[in-house]
């Protein structure tokens, strides 16, 4: 308890001082066409915004943005990353902005339901092949932010319906206790999932309410060659599954608890278990992994959308992204000037499976439903 409550008085503090540290760059100076220094970056002047752009090798702000009323968030990132966020936005801006914290497998089915009156604004954080569902079903706005000029080809839609704020890798959460028990070393291969050791000592979440865990179908798409093997692997691999639960990063706080041996999660919510003090390790299977790009978008219809341009644009840069380890968020940043952190860990560092985002997010839900048919159905999911 003495642990818990230290780290949360201690992210407390360090998210105050990143607040502090993101707003500080005063934005006093700030006017359209006047010089700036930092690309990417966002200040606030007499109630306009402004962003600090390139115009031919020159770093210069651009019109500014007027912007007022209420933004409203959907945000499929940790409670914490949301937190500092929509306040630093806010701080910066004077936007009055709201989240609602949903697992990003469920924000798609949520933007359909109120699409003739939509009460989000902007969509942040998960899976790139959630938000691919959310473009091909018209549920979110192309928009091209001038800072994706900085950013890396690979990490956003060419047609600008989603931009990517960070990226993290599949992995292996284990409990180093509950294996000791077990006799069972951490698994570092997909087939070490299916040892009949670990029967009900694995935990994951649904592939339809998580993106987390329908990026752990789909690598097996990728890896297998198949919809069909990959089906039948998941089939093999629920033999083991304590429960599917219905947000991604629930695995960590239950295999850090010892409910179960192995939580199947993004790297870096391990790592942010392994800082709060949980006796974890992280592994990766050797035939390959898949990983997210998490992103963000402008909602169709949104009531804000120059407010919510402006969030896109802070979400992309380094002043944004900054955020993220200071409330234990470890995801490997987009923004190449953001700053690095130790506990970070790397895609060039892990074997990537040949994720396809596009083909992804075109079957996620047919492979979704069938998935409820042939193994378990979405409505089991809990927690």
């Not at 940790?78 to 697992?103: D, I, Y």
């Not at 995801?331 to 892990?350: C, F, G, H, W, Y």
Request: charged share 20%; aromatic share 10%.
């Amino acid at each position: 308890m003495r642990k818990s409550k230290f780290a949360i008085a201690s992210a407390i503090s360090v998210l105050a001082i990143s607040l502090l540290t993101a707003v500080a760059p005063s934005a006093n100076a700030a006017k359209a066409n006047g010089p700036c220094f930092r690309e990417g970056q966002l200040a606030s002047s007499n109630g306009v915004t402004y962003l600090c752009v390139n115009k031919g090798g020159k770093l210069t702000y651009d019109a500014g943005r007027k912007l007022s009323g209420n933004l409203n968030v959907v945000c499929g990132a940790t409670e914490a990353w949301c937190v500092a966020m929509t306040s630093t936005f806010q701080k910066l801006t004077g936007v009055t902005t709201k989240f609602v914290r949903l697992s990003s497998g469920l924000v798609p089915a949520r933007l359909e339901a109120y699409k003739s009156n939509p009460e989000f604004d902007v969509w942040h954080g998960g899976p790139a092949d959630g938000f691919g569902v959310g473009k091909n079903n018209g549920l979110i706005e192309a928009y091209k932010s001038p800072t994706l000029n900085m950013l890396d080809k690979k990490v956003y839609d060419p047609d600008g319906f989603w931009s990517g704020v960070y990226r993290g890798a599949l992995g292996f959460c284990s409990n180093r206790d509950a294996l000791r028990k077990l006799g069972v070393k951490a698994p570092r291969s997909w087939a070490d999932l299916l040892n009949p050791r670990l029967k009900g000592q694995i935990l994951s979440a649904h592939p339809a309410t998580s993106g987390t865990a329908f990026t752990t179908f789909w690598t097996q798409v990728e890896r297998l060659g198949s919809e069909d093997k990959a089906m039948a692997y998941m089939k093999d691999f629920n033999k083991n599954i304590l429960y599917y639960s219905r947000s991604g990063v629930a695995p960590v706080a239950a295999a850090g608890r010892g409910e179960v041996a192995v939580g199947l999660v993004f790297a870096h919510d391990c790592v942010a278990g392994i800082e709060q003090g949980f006796p974890l390790i992280n592994t990766f299977p050797s035939e390959g992994t898949g990983y997210e790009i998490g992103s963000v978008a402008i909602v169709k219809g949104a009531k804000n959308p120059d407010a919510a341009k402006s969030y896109i644009d802070f979400a992309l840069s380094a002043q944004a992204q900054n955020l993220g380890a200071g409330v234990a968020a470890y995801q490997e940043l987009t923004n190449p000037k953001a700053k690095s952190d130790r506990r970070i860990i790397k895609l060039s560092r892990v074997k990537l499976v040949d994720y396809d985002f596009v083909k992804a997010a075109a079957r996620k839900t047919d492979l979704t439903a069938r998935f409820d048919l042939e193994v378990v159905n979405r409505s089991t999911a809990r927690g």
